[in-house]
Every structure is written in C-alpha cells, then in structure tokens.
C-alpha cells in the first residue's frame, strides 16, 4: 500500500527565540526537518506544512527532496487544521497517511514500518510510549487492545494520570479517512484550536476501530527551546558513538567525538580525542583520524592517517595510506596513495602525486583575489619547506623545489626549481644596528 508523509513544520517555535524557523535549527549538522523528512525516505508523497518561514522552510525541504510538496498553514489554528492543509496534496492518492513532526526528529523508519503493519488490523493506529515521567503528556486509555480515548492531563483524573502511556502526536490512517474525520472536529476548545487527536473520538461514533502501538520513548523527543536542542544533539552524539563502536571503529574518548548525521566510517578505523565531524564524511577501513581535527566534505581512504589538530574542508580527497598531519589544511584537493602532506600546510585546489613530500609551510597560492587556480604536484615530487606554489603551476614528477622558493612557472619532471631571491651578507651591520638600537632606547 502506498504511503503518504504529511509533516507538520508550520510553528515559529517562539521558546527558541529565534527569527529562524524552528524546524530548521540543526541537529548533527542536519534541519530537525530534514531528520523527519529521512525517517519516511520512500513515501509515495512527502507533504510539508509550513507557516512561519515558509519560503526558507520550503527551500530546505526542496534541497532535501526536490519532489517534496510544501503546503501553507497561514493560520496557527491546531494540529487538525495544520493536517487539513495537506488536502490539495494528497488530491487523487490512494493509500495511508503517516502525520511525523518536524520538531520530533528521532521517530525512526522501523518504527513508521510498525504503524504500517498494524494499520492492517485497525483504522487509525497511535503511536505512543510508556513514559518514565508522563508528566503533562496525553494519557492514551486503553481497553482490550482498542484505544478507547486520548486525555490530556488537564482533564485527567487521578487514576488517567497514573497510566504511563502517553501520546506521541504521530498516527496512521487512511489519507481519505483521516481528511473526511478531521471534517467534523470543531474548535470548540479553550484554545481555540482545531485538534488532530479529536478524530479518535469521532471514530469510535463511527464504529471505526482504533489502537495504539509503542515505540521507545527516546523516539519521541521534541524540541522546543534551545535546551531542547542541546538534549537532542546529546542524544544523537551517544546513538551514533554507540553504532560506531559496535560497527568495529574505535573510539578512545567516545564523549569527545561529534559525528554529523551523514557520518560513515570502516571497520578498524581509530579516533582519537576531540574530532569533529561535519556533513559527507567517508572514512575508509583502517584508517587513523588523530586529535583535534576537523573534517567535513572528504573521503580518507584505508590506511590513512588524518592529524592531529588536521582540517579537511570539502572536497578533500585523500588517498590510500596517504598522510595529513599537525595544523594542515587540506580543500578541494587529491593527495593520493603514500603521499605526505605532515606540517603547518595548505593544500587547496590541487592535485598531490603518488608518494609525494611536501614539507612544511608549503602553500598553493590558488587565489588571485577573482578567481581560483590549480596546482599540480607530480608522483614522488619533493616540495621544499616554505615554498609558496603560484598557481596555476605544474610541478612534474620527481622534480624538487629548493627551500623558501615562490614558484610561478612550471617544473618539468625531474627538475630542481629555485624561486629565492639572492642572499647578500653585510659584514658587520647587524652589530651596529643592535647598537643603534640600544641607544636610541636609552635616550
């Protein structure tokens, strides 16, 4: 059966005093929307309810899942009315509607799978959880299977209060059911609102018969206010730390490493202390990633050994036991297998050759102030410390550059280029300048 996504993203989120849209704010370098967005990868529609920000809520989403459909809801009118706007969406669609909540960002795929499944034996079906502190959460009030009725703490009782079982927000039903029940809810209510939740009653007038299944209430984690935030990115962290290590990489200060939510590392890979993550990172089996690093945008290949204190910035690709050492950047660039690339560097827009060397202090001058250039770096070339390469240049394979060289035209292979500028020694000057020097401060 096919499935719709309908994700409700309309709310400004004022507890995050914010002028962004709090479905954008991030989590592992990610929108919270983006997170529920991947949660129903594969839905036949995805439909996202906007209203605050609207126009950078739908360029997200768009960036996402440019098939993605962005409905507005002008008016914050409730949870019911926010669903109603996806009307026009779901025109033609013959299937189940899953309502997720863009600022409930761990829901997972296995878990909508669930809600699917038991959609075959009841017309709507809950999702909820069994909460360690219910707190002010709805109590869903169950009876032989069947959910007889949603209560919110407000209007519990004590013995309502005592269950354990609270809502979540997130349900399934059938798409054409689900708008034709939410056609009779009225917003009869002190707040004035429309609630998605008054359709369980309603079907039960119908005859319709509705359950609840529960998920683990880490799932169910919402985000309101910049502490909200932070528990979820905490949250994240520890998921993914534990994943990693239970996938064969190690992690020898796991509370220290920060992964994105795109992160993908082998087998047999170490972390050390410290490292960052940011989006598109690939490391390969075995490679090294040492303190203090930072990488986003770049795939290590098996065997590499990154830092420490090393940035890859995007485009990095460094190659099969290639080495990137202590305070070297790295951007838009190859290094390939066995090169070395170990101090105080920059590397951007380049090309480095096989088992090449580039010693310290060495920079590709790519920028002319318009426009970028590039440098290329033949195989076993051996690159002076503190040569500046202007680019575009080329240095061919097995060619040098002496020391403290600025190199502006071409290496051929195997050459020796020197860029340095004739030394000239002054007998004795540097003593009558200190000299001079001294005096001057005494006076």
């Given amino acids: 059966m096919s499935t719709a996504l309908i994700i409700l993203a309309a709310g400004k989120g004022t507890r995050m005093r914010s002028d962004r849209p709090k479905v954008l704010h991030e989590v592992a370098h990610a929108p919270l929307l983006h997170h529920a967005m991947r949660t ?21 989403a768009h960036a996402l899942d440019p098939m993605a459909r962005v409905v507005i809801q002008a008016d914050q009118l409730g949870t019911g009315h926010a669903v109603q706007q996806a009307a026009p969406a779901l025109e033609g669609f013959e299937g189940d509607a899953i309502v997720l909540y863009a600022d409930v960002p761990f829901i997972r795929a296995e878990t909508l799978g669930r809600l699917t499944e038991a959609r075959g034996k ?22 032989d299977g069947q959910l007889e009725r949603i209560v919110e ?17 997130v349900l399934a039903a059938d798409a ?87 992160t993908v590392i082998g087998p047999d890979t170490l972390i050390e202390p410290n490292v960052v993550f940011g989006p598109d990172v690939t490391v390969e089996n075995g490679a090294t990633i040492r303190a203090f690093s930072h990488l986003e945008g770049a795939h290590i290949s098996e065997g590499a050994i990154i830092g420490p204190y090393a940035r890859l910035r995007p485009g990095a690709e460094i190659g099969p036991n290639a080495k990137i050492g202590n305070f070297v950047e790295i951007k838009k660039a190859q290094v390939h297998q066995g090169a070395k690339v ?85 007998p004795g000057l540097a003593r009558k300048l200190f000299a001079r020097l001294r005096a001057a401060k005494k006076e």
């Fill in 176 to 262: 054409a059911l689900l708008l034709d029940l939410l056609s009779e809810v009225t917003n009869d209510n002190a707040q004035g609102e429309y609630y998605l939740t008054d359709i369980v009653e309603i079907a039960h007038t119908r005859g319709l018969s509705v359950t609840a299944i529960a998920c683990n209430e880490a799932e169910t984690l919402g985000v309101n206010s910049r502490a909200d935030l932070a528990a979820a990115e905490a949250a994240f962290q520890m998921q993914a730390r534990a994943a990693h290590m239970e996938n064969g990489v190690t992690l020898t200060a796991p509370e220290t490493v920060f992964f994105a939510h795109d």
């Fill in 342 to 426: 170990n101090h105080l560097t920059y590397i951007g827009d380049a090309t480095v050759g096989e088992d090449a060397n580039i010693g310290a202090g060495t920079v590709t001058c790519n920028y002319d102030g318009v426009s970028k250039h590039r440098t290329e770096i033949g195989a076993r070339a051996f690159i002076g410390s503190d040569t500046m390469l202007v680019a575009p240049v080329r240095i061919g394979d097995e060619a040098m550059t002496a020391s403290g060289s600025v190199i502006t035209s071409d290496v051929p292979d195997g050459d020796l280029a020197l860029g340095r500028a004739q030394q000239t020694n002054k």
């Fill in 153 to 169: 703490w407000k209007d519990a009782t004590e013995e309502e209060r005592a269950i354990t079982f609270c809502n979540s927000g």
């Fill in 40 to 60: 129903g990868a594969g839905a036949a529609r995805t439909i996202v309810v906007a209203g605050y920000g609207a126009d950078t809520v739908e360029k997200s």
């Fill in 122 to 143: 009841a017309d709507i079906v809950i999702l909820g959880f069994e909460a360690a502190d219910p707190a002010r959460y709805g109590r869903l009030v169950m009876k």
